[in-house]
Structures are given as C-alpha cells and as structure tokens.
C-alpha cells in the first residue's frame, strides 16, 4: 500500500502533486473511497463533522477534489455485512480516504472490521489519511493524543511505518514545537511533527516528506 500521511488533507499543490504521482493516474480518473470512521471516536467531532468530511463541506480538502467516483466505507458496519460484500469494494478503490478523529477508535475498529488484515495485500491502492486517518499507521500516538481509550489500553496503533506523527503544527495553541518536543521524548522513537501544509509519502517503505509549510524530526538516535 502506498501512503500519503497527511495533517490537513490536500492542502497545497506539493500535496496534490504527490497524491498524482502515488495515484499513477489523474485524480478524475481515480476511484475513492472514504472513511469517516475515526470522526465518531473523538469528542469534538460527531454525525454533523462526519457528514462534512465525506460531503467536502470542510476546508480540509480530501473528498472535493474530483474523483471520479466517491463512495462511503463506514468500518463498524463492515463486520455485519461480510467480507464477500465489502472486501470487493475495497479492492476496486483506487483511494482510501481516513478521515480525522480519533485515531485509537479508528485503528480499533480496522481490526475488526478487518480492513487492517487486508491491507498488505492491497499493493496499488492508495492510503490518504487527514491527521488521525495519519496516525493509526504509525506504532504509537503518544499518551496526549488518546481520547477514545481501547479495550486492551495503550496508545499502540497498527504500526504499518516505522515512525510517528504529531499533526497541526503551530496551529493549535497546545500544538507548540516545545509540546511536540516532549511528546516524541514519550515516543521514544523516530516522529515527525507536521504542520497543515505538510505531508510524508510513503513508498514501499521509504518515507518522503512534502512540505510548503514547517515540519521536524525527532530521531530515536542519543
């Protein structure tokens, strides 16, 4: 799976570039679907920011930016309707588009639904995640980060790259460099801290950051 780890979704031209060039095709002739799933996890967010995200009712650009088709793949319905169903779907998206929240609630509910089992498999398709749609592919979130607490604790998320994000750099006020500085000393391990005009790509493995705004890493090395 390709990977387009972002803060703010599309927010720049650098950002649509990569999306193209990971897509290996135009965004209008691309198939999508999107993920709201992590919105319902989060206490600032509910059925009203869910149905802007998917509606491009935001100015997080994500689902607005002229697919050629655009579809609805909410997780927790997933288990209920089986895999001969909605395993297809998957497959024949071009896009996956993860959705802010809460990214504890949305890596729990790709377990279930399994949809984190089937993501080794899906090597063409594209993974575009908005802030918390980023972080559940990384190993940890970081204790400040966890709002939605999973049945088995932690802040473990699925681990698909090897290094963590801290999203809306310097626009949050608790979202300082000196926050983000303590956060990854939590982390204990390589962690990026990424503005809204940032984004990491990814491509079998290799991370590649793309940025017209502010971004840092913190190494795990003393």
């Known amino acids: 799976m390709r990977l387009l780890l972002t803060s703010a979704g599309v927010s720049n031209p650098s950002i649509r570039d990569a999306l193209v060039d990971l897509l290996g095709k135009p965004i209008a002739d691309s198939r999508a679907l999107c993920v709201p799933t992590a919105q319902y996890g989060h206490p600032m967010c ?47 998206a071009d ?37 918390a749609g ?23 998320t699925l681990g698909i790259v090897d290094f963590s994000i801290f999203p809306h750099l310097g626009h949050m006020p608790d979202n300082t460099l000196a926050a983000a500085q303590r956060w990854a000393a939590e982390i204990a391990g390589p962690a990026y801290a990424i503005d809204d005009q940032t984004a990491i790509k990814v491509t079998d493995g290799t991370a590649e ?14």
């Not at 802010?100 to 377990?111: E, F, I, K, Q, V």
């Not at 950051?209 to 003393?222: Q, Y």
């Open 134 to 156: 980023s972080m559940v592919m990384t190993p940890r979130i970081g204790g400040d980060f966890v709002e939605w607490t999973p049945p088995t604790g932690g802040d473990s």
């Open 209 to 222: 950051v793309v940025s017209e705004g502010h971004w840092k890493l913190f190494s795990s090395e003393p």
């Open 95 to 131: 896009v996956l588009l993860a959705a802010g929240g809460d990214a504890m609630y949305l890596c729990h509910w790709m377990r279930q639904s399994g949809l984190a089992d089937l993501l080794p498999s899906l090597r063409d398709t594209v993974w575009v995640g908005l802030s």
């Open 46 to 92: 509910g059925p009203a920011s869910a149905w802007r995200f998917i509606t491009g009712q935001t100015p997080l650009p994500m689902c607005d930016l002229g697919w050629k088709s655009l579809g609805v793949l909410e997780l927790t319905a997933l288990p209920s309707v089986g895999e001969r169903r909605w395993v297809p779907w998957v497959r024949e």
